[in-house]
């Protein structure tokens, strides 16, 4: 007969419970957000300047 520890698998289940609230509340927040239309102040050109005044150069801009 195999034994368990009480403690173990209720603090198991507190952690589990809290894990699955926080994805929840996650992928409802991402729902929200993802139908947002952003907003942004840069063009492609500016976009493409920043970028490239920073070094950054492996990022293609599709406008």
């Known amino acids: 007969m195999m034994h368990y520890n009480i403690g173990l698998m209720v603090i198991s289940g507190v952690f589990m419970l809290i894990g699955l609230l926080v994805s929840s509340r996650l992928k409802s927040k991402f729902a929200k957000y993802s139908q947002e239309r952003l907003v942004s102040k840069f063009s492609g050109k500016s976009s493409r300047k ?14």
Request: zero cysteines; glycine letters at 8%.
């Open 50 to 63: 920043m970028l490239r005044d920073n070094g950054i150069f492996d990022v293609k801009i599709k406008v």
